[in-house]
């Protein structure tokens, strides 16, 4: 499954948080399955999201191209899936 099929089969089940601060509101909280970065995303939100120890994967596109996917007309930098349960 791609990147963009797992985000929107999480968006489907409404498990998708957006935003750097929601993401880190999840991490700090335990409740995220994987945090997906636009490789445009500003090195300290990077820095400090791949030191968080939840695993990672950087989206081979920008914040416009992630708004898009997730159907909303601004970019975002930063998204996560949210743990099931």
């Not at 797992?6 to 498990?15: L, Q």
């Not at 939840?54 to 416009?64: A, D, L, Q, R």
């Not at 997730?70 to 930098?77: A, E, L, R």
Request: charged content about 25%; some cysteine; glycine content about 8%.
């Amino acid at each position: 499954m791609s990147l963009v099929e797992k985000i929107k089969e999480a968006m489907k089940k409404n498990r998708i948080v957006y935003g750097y601060r929601e993401v880190i509101k999840f991490i700090r909280n335990n409740k995220v399955e994987i945090v997906i970065l636009a490789n445009n995303a500003p090195e300290k939100v990077k820095k400090m999201i791949l030191n968080s120890n939840v695993p990672v994967e950087i989206f081979n596109g920008g914040s416009k191209e992630i708004g898009t996917i997730c159907g909303k007309p601004y970019p975002i930098s930063v998204i996560a899936v949210k743990a099931e349960g």
